[in-house]
């Protein structure tokens, strides 16, 4: 991660450090979020077409 590599050479602070890593996570969350929801979407759709597979 970059902000870990700045930090290291004392170009940022713990707090931006902190901050990147809390970005990347709620990156991460939001991906989860976005397949989970597309998955029951889909399974939805199935359902209501009559396709069990």
Do not use: H, W
């Given at each position: ?38 998955n029951s979407f ?8 009559g396709i069990t597979r």
């Amino acid at each position: 991660m970059p902000s870990e590599k700045q930090y290291a050479a004392g170009a940022s602070s713990t707090i931006e450090v902190t901050d990147a890593q809390l970005t990347l996570s709620n990156a991460r969350i939001t991906k989860i979020q976005a397949l989970y929801d597309y998955n029951s979407f889909l399974a939805r759709l199935k359902r209501s077409m009559g396709i069990t597979r």
